[in-house]
């Protein structure tokens, strides 16, 4: 079992759609990363967390620490939202262990 | 502002050559410095971390090694590359703090071992 599993794998929208991708983790945390990964590869950070919620624009993302479970959730969906999310975890504060991610396709 | 180059951005070798991948950051002093690979799908995979120049740590044992001869500046190698280490590799720098700070990606390398 992996120690970050996300959930759904794949997830596709039709735009306009209020989407949930989820992340939960068995090992001890201090923070979460919640990640972009677009189709050529790079990846840019969207939340780094450690408690209750954040929001930036569209995007909202929760942390549950008691229950080790965060969500990332997408207002409004556009097609150019279509990319991989992944969520990572900080284990003894400065190594990430990384979830499979979430493979999203928002169609028009 | 702080930035982070990665390079190449795609990279084809044949099974046995060697191999030099190049990330550097600017914009900060003594950062961490970390390689990961992401093999087709999987998750990202921690190869090796450095927290100082010269000191490199490897997660897991396998064909690559990492150095780092300056402070801003990482490099993954191969004597002789594999098949198996075809995948996405990716550089990545945190900024040197006590508890965690954000993580930054480089774009990414391509590698296909043929």
């Known amino acids: 079992k992996n120690e970050v599993e996300q959930s759904p794998q794949n997830l596709t929208a039709q735009e306009g759609e209020f989407i949930t991708i989820n992340c939960s983790y068995s090992?001890?945390?201090?923070?979460l990363h919640w990640l972009q990964q677009h189709p050529g590869g790079g990846i840019v950070s969207l939340f780094m967390?450690?408690?209750g919620k954040k929001k930036h624009g569209r995007l909202i993302a929760t942390i549950n620490i008691q229950e080790k479970h965060s969500s990332l959730h997408i207002t409004a969906s556009h097609p150019r939202d279509s990319a991989v999310y992944i969520c990572?975890?900080?284990?003894?504060?400065?190594?990430?262990?990384f979830g499979t991610g979430t493979r999203l396709q928002v169609f028009p | 502002s702080q930035t982070i180059h990665q390079w190449p951005a795609t990279l084809v070798q044949p099974v046995g050559s060697p191999l030099s991948l190049e990330c550097t950051v600017e914009?900060?002093?003594?950062?961490?410095l970390y390689w990961y690979r992401q093999a087709a799908g999987r998750g990202l995979q921690l190869l090796f971390y450095?927290?100082?120049?010269?000191?490199i740590s490897s997660e897991v044992p396998q064909n690559l090694s990492a150095s780092r001869p300056q402070d801003r500046q990482f490099i993954l190698s191969s004597k002789k590359l594999l098949l198996s280490d075809s995948g996405f590799y990716l550089c990545?720098?945190?900024?040197?703090?006590?508890?965690?700070?954000?993580?930054?990606f480089g774009q990414g390398t391509r590698l296909t071992v043929v």
């Open positions: 090992v001890g945390i201090s923070a």
């Open positions: 967390l450690s408690s």
């Open positions: 914009g900060t002093s003594n950062p961490n």
């Open positions: 450095s927290v100082g120049i010269g000191q």
């Open positions: 990545a720098y945190q900024k040197p703090f006590r508890g965690w700070t954000e993580a930054f």
């Open positions: 990572a975890v900080f284990y003894n504060t400065d190594k990430l262990i």
